[in-house]
């Protein structure tokens, strides 16, 4: 009874410690995440986003070519992939960055447009007139502009915008979750005093953390509801499924790096627990 009621202030201590910890954790995995733009632009290119808005970005210019009988085929590869991967990563790094963004390629679309008609008109036959080729350069500068849509997302930027205006507030709380953090776990310690009995009220509180990160993202996760997110453009629904998902699973794999050595840290201290006692004997 003696023993539990000493117990008590230790409980609580490695309790608030536990929390601290998972605060501290939760919000380097927001920083290393959210806060990140080279891991939405690894999201980007991992979900093929690129691809999948190219392959729209011709669908388009295609429906805008049959307008005037152009046949898609002719319009098939007036899109470069590189040159859109460039313009995507760029406006995400305008987003965190704060920079002002401008597309590029706009003219080589536009060029690779009317040289792949003309060629197509000089094998048929076909001559270009000053209204046709009016037209045609109506055609070039629409799907120009619809290019642009394609790359400049605006719910994209208010979502960077918005999370940027938290980075500092992001800041000042994980550098006073730490050391508050730093501060209970130390008064823990100088509450306890054999070595092996330190090590397991470390265990108690790293292993504490460790579970309140996986246990609420391993039950989102499972669950399914992150791909049940209601958005039609299949390009951005895989990339924005893959960025929630990634953002859920760091936590649960910090978690149960934590968990791995909380439990290394139980069998270090039975370890010396077990020395100790067979010194003394």
Not at 160 to 167: D, E, L, N, S, Y
Not at 172 to 180: D, F, G, K, R, T
Request: net charge positive; glycine share 4%.
């Amino acid at each position: 009874m003696k023993q539990a009621t000493k117990n008590i202030p230790r409980w609580i201590l490695a309790f608030i410690g536990s929390l601290l910890l998972f605060a501290t954790l939760a919000l380097v995995c927001i920083r290393m995440t959210l806060f990140n733009e080279d891991f939405m632009i690894k999201q980007v290119h991992e979900t093929e986003y690129v691809e999948t808005i190219r392959k729209d970005m011709t669908q388009s210019i295609q429906d805008l070519g049959r307008g005037s009988n152009i046949p898609p085929e002719v319009l098939a590869d007036v899109v470069p992939e590189k040159t859109v991967s460039t313009n995507v990563d760029n406006y995400i790094r305008s987003i965190y960055q704060d920079f002002p963004f401008k597309i590029q390629g706009g003219d080589e679309i536009k060029g690779n447009i009317l040289k792949n008609v003309n060629q197509y008109a000089q094998q048929k036959g076909i001559a270009i007139d000053e209204a046709t080729q009016k037209n045609l350069d109506n055609l070039a500068n629409s799907a120009v502009k619809n290019y642009s849509n394609y790359i400049e997302i605006p719910y994209l930027l208010s979502y960077g915008k918005k999370v940027m205006a938290f980075q500092s507030a992001l800041t000042m709380i994980l550098v006073i979750a730490n050391v508050a953090f730093i501060l209970v776990f130390v008064s823990l310690l100088l509450m306890v005093k054999m070595k092996h009995q330190k090590v397991r009220w470390s265990s108690v509180t790293f292993l504490g953390a460790g579970l309140m990160m996986v246990v609420l993202p391993a039950l989102i996760y499972f669950s399914g509801v992150i791909n049940r997110l209601g958005i039609m453009s299949e390009g951005l629904y895989r990339f924005v499924t893959s960025y929630i998902t990634a953002f859920d699973l760091s936590f649960v794999f910090v978690g149960l790096a934590l968990t791995v050595f909380a439990l290394l840290l139980v069998l270090l201290s039975e370890r010396m627990r077990s020395k100790k006692i067979h010194n003394v004997r």
